[in-house]
């Protein structure tokens, strides 16, 4: 038996999907346990690229059982777009993808409140994806949410729906100056969502307890990064979720007993979307070099990311409230031909050296790095299969990130393709 979690130890966009994508073929069952449509992981196979939302990458691999849990918020229009889209590139969704009854939707005006409250937040906006993401969150936590087992009830849906929109409504004529929602064709349009996805809707918290007692290999899912944590990460520019280990068990319904290993991913350098410090961040001129190079765009929105050298501080910060097992280091290929690569070892903060990352957000942007210069290679490594075909610099600069994060490096990533990954340790 094996259970292992993947998780973000950056901003996101750390390269996640493709790492699932990877254990998947070993996995029975990928479990995603929070976060909503703001996430996006992408996965190459072959030439064709796949862009993912909602649903676990590993239902690319036939026969896997893919999970969303109650962890996750669900916007059911773009889940059906993503099943539509997944169809269409032949894959096999019914009987694969399971959904939790739990977990709570994201409904129109989620979204729309979630646009305009980041809108008048005016120089101190959160920079949010305006997926109505913190907004669903929000309604949980104040337990007026709708969940997917009252979607399946018209009667109780209706009643939960009619309450929210009283509230809703009111917000949006009376305080934000906008148009009213109509209930009707919130109702009209969702009855038609709850054809589509009636079957995959279960006791998802039953079907992996189950797997586990069995001794299946389950592969734990997360979306954003350990920076990103509501808790422990650079709040407020946060997400509204926990996506770190931690959040697997009440985002699924299983015991802490039940996890093995936790492993992190974590790019080669550092990038965030969003506003919010980023001590490490490239000057602009060569930020913009880096970008390219490394197709640093958000797949969910587009949007450009910052871009910066490695953060030990950071991911050592992951390393600790994770729990790290190993680490999966992507993009090391981007990082091919500079003469010169840096690693962030600590922070200048008022004459001293900050080792943690700082919680008060005014400290955190008022830090300057402190810098470690190593050589660069000049090799293309996008070919390399084997590590010790690597260039010597490529492997000092990786076994210097084991050392500073006391963590050992279980797979390197070379490229975006399956096939451009470096296995050092078997983990399912």
């Not at 993808?97 to 980041?118: R, V």
């Not at 680490?327 to 004459?351: F, P, R, S």
């Amino acid at each position: 038996m094996s259970n292992l979690v993947v998780v973000g130890t950056q901003w996101g966009d750390e390269g996640k999907g493709k790492i699932i994508d990877i254990l998947a073929e070993r996995a029975d069952i990928i479990a995603r346990f929070q976060g909503g449509a703001n996430a996006g992981h992408t996965v190459v196979v072959g030439e064709e690229e796949f862009v993912f939302h909602l649903i676990p990458s590993g239902i690319l691999r036939a026969g896997k059982q893919c999970v969303i849990g109650n962890g996750v918020v669900i916007d059911l229009k773009a889940l059906i777009e993503e099943m539509d889209y997944l169809k269409g590139k032949g894959v096999k969704i019914e009987g694969n993808l399971f959904i939790s009854e739990n977990a709570h939707l994201t409904m129109p005006y989620h979204k729309i409140l979630d646009q305009i409250m980041d809108k008048r937040r005016g120089k101190g906006k959160l920079g949010t994806t305006g997926r109505g993401i913190g907004t669903t969150y929000s309604d949980k936590s104040a337990r007026v949410g709708i969940r997917m087992i009252d979607l399946l009830n018209k009667e109780t849906f209706q009643q939960k729906l009619e309450i929210n929109l009283e509230e809703k409504n009111y917000l949006l004529e009376k305080f934000y100056n906008r148009e009213r929602i109509s209930k009707e064709g919130i109702l009209e349009e969702y009855l038609l969502y709850t054809e589509k996805i009636k079957d995959c809707v279960t006791n998802t918290s039953a079907l992996i307890n189950q797997a586990i007692d069995e001794g299946k290999n389950v592969l734990f899912e997360g979306a954003q990064g350990t920076l990103l944590d509501i808790d422990f990460g650079t709040y407020p520019y946060v997400t509204a979720s926990n996506p770190i280990a931690g959040a697997v068990c009440t985002g699924l319904g299983i015991g802490p007993t039940k996890i093995e290993s936790v492993m992190g991913v974590a790019k080669a350098y550092t990038t965030r979307v969003g506003e919010g410090p980023f001590p490490t961040q490239f000057s602009p001129e060569f930020e913009n070099g880096m970008r390219l190079r490394g197709k640093e765009y958000g797949a969910t929105t587009g949007r450009p990311r910052r871009c910066g050298w490695f953060d030990a501080v950071v991911v050592r910060h992951a390393v600790r409230v994770n729990g790290l097992s190993n680490l999966a280091i992507t993009k090391l290929d981007v990082l091919d031909n500079l003469e010169k690569i840096k690693i962030c070892v600590g922070y200048k903060y008022q004459g001293g050296v900050l080792e943690d990352f700082p919680a008060l957000l005014k400290v955190a942007q008022q830090c300057e790095p402190v810098y470690e210069e190593m050589e660069g290679w000049t090799d293309d490594i996008s070919h390399i299969k084997d590590y010790q075909r690597l260039p010597e610099k490529a492997k000092r600069y990786l076994e210097r990130l084991t050392e500073l994060l006391n963590t050992e490096i279980s797979l390197v990533s070379v490229g975006p393709k399956r096939e451009q990954t470096i296995i050092l340790k078997g983990l399912l």
